[in-house]
T-cell receptor, first 113, second 110 residues
Framework: GAGVSQTPSNKVTEKGKYVELRCDPI?????LYWYRQSLGQGPEFLIY????????DSGLPNDRFFAVRPEGSVSTLKIQRTERGDSAVYLC???????????FGQGTRLTVV | QKEVEQDPGPLSVPEGAIVSLNCTYS??????FMWYRQYSRKGPELLMY????GNKEDGRFTAQVDKSSKYISLFIRDSQPSDSATYLC??????????FGGGTRVLVKP
């Protein structure tokens, strides 16, 4: 595709449920990033993949959060036992390689009720 | 203290004025610098990417980096109401994640 695609664009879930958020990066981009953005704040780093492996997962807030990128392309962010505090916009970005321009998707707005 | 500091604004300017935005940072390992524009309920859009001290110009936008002072700037000339958005600075240490400032909200009044 032409840009980074994130699905779904909106997700409403009940507290305690499991959710998966998907990111399709720009074709050929080896680096992929997940961020979380709360209202009025800058994006907060969650995890960074270089190829299939997580190069840095230091931003994942706790073990309820997990992300995979099994074939080095599409990535899925998984959140178990969701809490109301998980409500935010989850942003995905990709870049051709580390240190080059990073392009963002439109985000998934997650609301936990 | 945050690694990247950015005044949240709002910064209100009349149409046609120059918008001046800046970020300061504390990590001397940051080598690559980006500016993003974000409209409400949209993802950040890359405006400028620089990796050396000095100026880079692209149309109405000029990015400035001063690594010795750990200070970066973005200037928008001939501002338009469509430039009203939140502007985010981001920076990278080699091989690492993007670290963002908190964003500055800009309002350009017709």
């Amino acid at each position: 595709g032409a840009g980074v695609s994130q699905t779904p664009s909106n997700k409403v879930t009940e507290k305690g449920k499991y959710v998966e958020l998907r990111c399709d990066p720009i074709s050929g981009h080896t680096a992929l990033y997940w961020y979380r953005q709360s209202l009025g704040q800058g994006p907060e780093f969650l995890i960074y993949f270089q190829g299939t492996g997580a190069a840095d997962d230091s931003g994942l807030p706790n073990d309820r959060f997990f992300a995979v990128r099994p074939e080095g392309s599409v990535s899925t962010l998984k959140i178990q036992r969701t809490e109301r505090g998980d409500s935010a916009v989850y942003l995905c970005a990709s870049s051709l390689q580390a240190n080059t321009e990073a392009f963002f998707g439109q985000g998934t707005r997650l609301t936990v009720v | 203290q945050k690694e990247v500091e950015q005044d949240p604004g709002p910064l209100s300017v009349p149409e046609g004025a120059i918008v001046s935005l800046n970020c300061t940072y504390s990590n001397s390992a940051f080598q690559y610098f980006m500016w993003y524009r974000q409209y409400s309920r949209k993802g950040p859009e890359l405006l400028m990417y620089t990796y050396s001290s000095g100026n880079k110009e692209d149309g109405r936008f000029t990015a400035q980096v001063d690594k010795s002072s750990k200070y970066i700037s973005l200037f928008i000339r001939d501002s338009q109401p469509s430039d009203s958005a939140t502007y985010l600075c981001a920076m990278v240490a080699a091989g690492n994640k993007l670290t963002f400032g908190g964003g500055t909200r800009v309002l350009v009044k017709p």
